[in-house]
């Protein structure tokens, strides 16, 4: 167990060293890592990644040179800096810039540390704002602040670039003011505040004037304005009685006249309404009229039409009823002389054909039997073909009639057949031999033998007793 157990625990102790050199660059850094000849940054946003580790440098080939550099942005402050202007005029500035460092590597070749960085960046401000500001008056800087800042940037762009560093914003002059036991820029204001106060009076006294003669004048037109609405009020009030008694004088002749004018009007238009509904009256009875007779017209017409369509119906029918008869006995006649045509084609068609047809058989027959004779007269090898064809057409008609008659005299005796010639095929053919013409002309030898003999005799008188060997009635 001491073999195995320590090396593991070397191990496990030299994986725990390196995690402890695990480093994770936080989000507003950046760490330049010297690693043999090769310089890389670690941090959010670089490629490299922002986690590496910090192995120590006396190793070799592994071991790393860290140096830790803000990201996030970082101010420089010049507070009660001394310069002058263009007349060596003394006096303090307050002065503030902002940064963030754009190129980490190229910082870190510049300066050990960011302390470092940040003292030399102080430095290029310093340089920048005392070389802009002796170049103006102190009243010009006074007044020009954004302007001046603007310049201090611009003075400063160049080298920054140079420490990998970029302005966040422009640097801005925040204050200006006196050295100790120096009046100048208090004087400068002084003499600014009165040049403000005398131009203040001088503008509240004008304005007092101004509103003063605007007063009188405003006054004056409202008096003249007066006068006048009320010369111009009592003679609109004279013209208008004048007018009143005018207007109601005319009102009244008016009146009169058209009160006679409204009843004569009204007569009128009482006799021109009476004349127009006589009108309307003569021209409804005329329309009425006129209307009736055109009713009876109609009518009358819608009678004649009916009676002439129906009277043109009947006759329509009737010419349809007379015309389909007449067709139809048309069809008829037709349809009877077509059927006969075609019957009298049929019957000479068929008497044609059966005429043709004995003709030809008879011909057919007469030449076959004429061109065989003629064939079997000149071909001798023919006819004895012939010849024995016949005589095996009679040879098997009279097979067939011996074996009807065998099979017949078979069926009626009664036989025991003894086989001993060899197998049951050999010893049925010897029996059919028997019973052929041939078997018959042997047993007639046979009985012809017997009989010449007296043994022979007495033999054929025991079979003369015996019945009828062959079961046919009549045979010996």
């Not at 037109?221 to 609109?236: L, R, W």
């Not at 039409?305 to 067709?327: F, H, P, T, W």
């Amino acid at each position: 167990m001491f073999l195995f157990g320590a090396p593991a625990v070397f191990l496990f102790g030299v994986f725990l060293y390196v995690l402890s050199l695990r480093r994770v660059v936080p989000t507003n850094a950046v760490h330049i890592v010297q690693r043999g000849k090769q310089t890389v940054s670690y941090g959010v946003g670089q490629e490299s990644g922002n986690v590496y580790y910090e192995f120590p440098e006396f190793l070799p080939v592994i071991g790393v040179a860290k140096r830790s550099l803000p990201v996030s942005n970082f101010d420089i402050e010049l507070r009660a800096y001394s310069a002058y202007d263009l007349d060596r005029v003394p006096f303090l500035v307050d002065v503030m810039a902002f940064f963030h460092i754009a190129n980490p590597n190229k910082a870190a070749e510049k300066v050990e540390d960011f302390v470092e960085l940040r003292g030399q960046l102080t430095d290029v401000v310093r340089g920048a704002v005392r070389s802009i500001l002796a170049k103006s008056n102190l009243e010009d800087i006074m007044e020009e602040r954004a302007t001046f800042g603007k310049q201090f940037t611009e003075a400063v762009k160049a080298d920054l670039e140079s420490w990998g560093v970029e302005s966040v914003k422009s640097i801005e002059l925040m204050d200006v003011r006196d050295e100790a036991g120096s009046q100048v820029i208090h004087n400068i204001m002084a003499k600014k505040k009165s040049a403000i106060e005398k131009e203040s009076r001088e503008e509240v006294a004008q304005n007092n004037q101004l509103a003063e003669q605007a007063e009188l004048q405003a006054r004056q037109k409202v008096a003249v304005t007066k006068a006048n609405t009320e010369k111009i009020a009592g003679e609109a009030l004279a013209q208008s009685n004048q007018a009143i008694g005018v207007a109601k004088a005319n009102s009244a002749k008016a009146s009169g006249i058209a009160d006679q004018a409204a009843l004569s009007d009204i007569a009128q238009a009482a006799r021109s309404t009476a004349e127009q509904e006589m009108e309307v009256v003569k021209v409804n009875q005329i329309k009425q009229a006129e209307i009736d007779k055109e009713n009876a017209i109609i009518l009358a017409e819608q009678e004649k039409r009916k009676l002439e369509i129906a009277a043109d119906a009947s006759k329509y029918n009737v010419e349809i009823a007379a015309q389909a008869k007449l067709e139809a006995a048309k069809r008829d006649a037709e349809g009877t002389k077509e059927v006969g045509f075609a019957e009298a084609d049929v019957v000479l068609a068929n008497g044609t054909s059966l005429a043709e047809s004995k003709k030809l058989l008879e011909l057919a027959r007469v030449v076959a039997e004429l061109t065989l004779a003629k064939d079997i007269g000149e071909n001798k090898e023919y006819q004895d073909y012939l010849i024995r064809q016949a005589e095996v057409d009679v040879s098997k008609v009279v097979g067939i009639a011996q074996q009807e008659a065998l099979g017949l005299a078979l069926s009626k005796a009664d036989l025991n057949m003894i086989v001993n010639s060899g197998d049951v095929n050999s010893g049925i053919s010897g029996f059919a031999d028997l019973l052929s013409s041939k078997g018959g002309t042997q047993v007639s030898g046979l009985i012809e033998a017997l009989k010449q003999t007296p043994e022979g005799k007495k033999v054929l008188g025991l079979i003369g007793n015996l019945p009828s060997v062959t079961g046919i009635p009549g045979a010996e």
